[in-house]
């Protein structure tokens, strides 16, 4: 089983400032890694597929890079409406998805 | 506007059974591949499981296998996930994923809540 392993678990930052996101996995999951962002009580919203591919109405301030096995997720200019949980998932193994554990972005 | 409204969550007692629904618009579902994930309460996303466009091809994660049974009615534009025997550990909010080529959840419904509480 491939594991994701997500650093920081928590990210204190102040708006304005550039937020970098690391997604590491056990073994190489090749560009088949995907960003999502998660608010309280809300569903996850897709925001990078094939690990550097913005979704459809994503910002351009959000970017993801990396392959193999270490991935990055950047915002470059955190927004008010930035401040939440980012997940990466993988789907090496077709059809398993697996999910890093999270990274919380919290206002400073 | 692609939708996806999932139903059927509540309270059920360990051993109990319930039945979640998916109803999907805006999109060809019978062209789509489908998940299920859940979320325990303060915890990361796990993934349930995987059904083909055209139902033929079905997996689930080990921790539900042999309990929950997912299918797809593309007639009716509904996905389903039938769990038994559930557990407490079990409990999560359930939400159905659209997944073009199964790589990734490219929309997903807002989530059913399952609690399994005596």
């Known amino acids: 089983e491939i594991v994701l392993t997500q650093s920081p678990a928590t990210l204190s930052l102040s708006p304005g400032e550039r937020a970098t996101l690391s997604c590491r996995a056990s073994q190489s999951v090749s560009s088949y890694l995907a960003w999502y962002q998660q608010k309280p009580g809300q569903a996850p919203r897709l925001l990078i597929y094939d690990a550097s591919n913005r979704a459809t109405g994503i910002p351009a301030r959000f970017s993801g890079s990396g392959s193999g096995t270490d991935f990055t997720l950047t915002i470059s200019s955190l927004e008010p409406e930035d401040f939440a949980v980012y997940y990466c998932?993988?789907?090496?193994?077709?059809?398993?998805?697996?999910f890093g554990q999270g990274t919380k972005v919290e206002i400073k | 506007e692609v939708q996806l409204v999932e139903s059927g969550g509540g309270l059920v007692q360990p051993g109990g059974s319930l039945r979640l629904s998916c109803a999907a618009s805006?999109?060809?579902?019978?062209?789509?591949?489908m998940n299920w994930v859940r979320q325990a309460p303060g915890k990361g996303l796990e993934w349930v499981s995987y059904?083909?466009?055209?139902?033929?091809?079905?997996y689930y994660a080990d921790s539900v296998k042999g309990r929950f049974t997912i299918s797809r009615d593309n007639a009716k534009n509904s996905l389903y996930l039938q769990m038994n025997s559930l557990r407490a550990e079990d409990t999560a909010v359930y939400y159905c994923a659209r997944a073009p080529n199964n790589d990734y959840g490219d929309y997903w419904g807002q989530g059913t809540l399952v609690t399994v509480s005596s």
């Open positions: 059904i083909s466009s055209s139902g033929s091809t079905i």
């Open positions: 998932q993988q789907r090496s193994n077709w059809p398993l998805w697996t």
């Open positions: 805006g999109f060809t579902f019978s062209s789509y591949e």
